[in-house]
Each structure stands twice: as structure tokens, then as C-alpha cells.
């Protein structure tokens, strides 16, 4: 075998069907677009989404689902995040500079997932109930002022 012999299975490729080129080739004339009407004209598809009147499905179906604008704004740190930290008094800036949360977070939150064994003190983060409960009980606080 030689890499200049090698050829696609018989069959497998087709070549494409050139339209409307003259009567000879079957698809000459209309180009298999039939006899007038919007469909055989240029651009003849009509709108989008159109059901010829009807009211079209995606007005037919209810709205679902909301997207928050802050979202992108907004981060979840775990427990198991600020055990991996070295430093002891945490806030955004803190948690920005060792890449816990991305650079253009503006509000972070401390949810109750992982383990916490050593004191940290928090200040312009919020904590939620189960988290702020763990960070007191290994001796840290949160500070009120941030709390939600």
C-alpha cells in the first residue's frame, strides 16, 4: 500500500449536485425549486420561527428561568477554601490576591462545605448560619458588620 493510492470506499463519496445547469444535467430550469411562488424565489424562506399566522411555539410556551446579573459578581467560598489559606484575618482583597475567587468578584459568601480547623477572622465576606457556626467553633469570628 502507498500513501498516493489510497482512495475512499466505492460509493461512499458523492460529488454534489450542481442546479440549474441546463436541461441535460435533470436539475436544469426551476433547479428543483418547482413552479413560482415564495419558495422558488431568492431569499423566499419568509421569518424565522413564522407558523403562517399561527401563534408560534416559542410565544405559545411559558417563560422559564432567571439569570442574575450579579451572579458573575458574586462567589461561594467553602470552609475547605480558608482551611488552605495560611492567612488568619480574611476579606476580599485576601481571598482575590490567593485566587480563592476571581479578580472582579464584588461580594463573596462562606457556605458550610468542608472542614475548618483553625481560627480565622473574617471581615466583608459573608457567612451563612451553618458556616459561621464552624468558624466559631474552632474559635474565629465573623465580623457583623458583613454578616447577611
Same mark, same amino acid.
Given at each position: *500500500?502507498k500513501?498516493?493510492? %489510497? +482512495?475512499p470506499?466505492?460509493g461512499s ?10 436541461i ?5 430550469k ?17 421569518k424565522? =420561527?413564522?407558523?403562517? =399566522?399561527? *401563534? ?7 417563560? $422559564?428561568?432567571?439569570?442574575?446579573? *450579579?451572579?458573575?459578581f458574586?462567589?461561594e467560598?467553602r ?5 488552605k489559606?495560611?492567612e ?7 481571598? +482575590? ?6 479578580v ?6 462562606? %457556605?458550610?462545605?468542608g472542614?475548618?480547623s $483553625? ?9 451563612? +448560619? ?5 468558624i466559631?467553633?474552632? =474559635? ?9
Open positions: *500500500m500513501l498516493n493510492s %489510497i +482512495k470506499a466505492a463519496k458523492t460529488a454534489r449536485t450542481r442546479v440549474g445547469r441546463g441535460g444535467s435533470g436539475i436544469g426551476t433547479a428543483g425549486r418547482g413552479h413560482k411562488g415564495q419558495r422558488a424565489r431568492k431569499g423566499g424562506r419568509g424565522l =420561527g413564522f407558523e403562517g =399566522g399561527q *401563534m408560534p411555539i416559542q410565544r405559545r410556551l411559558p417563560k $422559564r428561568g432567571f439569570r442574575s446579573a *450579579m451572579a458573575k458574586s462567589a467560598v470552609l475547605s477554601d480558608l482551611e489559606m495560611t488568619t484575618e480574611i476579606d476580599l482583597a485576601v481571598l +482575590k490576591n490567593a485566587g480563592v475567587v476571581p472582579h468578584t464584588l461580594q463573596a459568601k462562606v %457556605i458550610k462545605s472542614k475548618l $483553625r481560627k480565622v477572622t473574617l471581615s466583608g465576606v459573608g457567612a451563612t +448560619k451553618g458556616a459561621r457556626e464552624s466559631a467553633a474552632v =474559635g474565629g469570628s465573623v465580623a457583623e458588620a458583613a454578616a447577611e
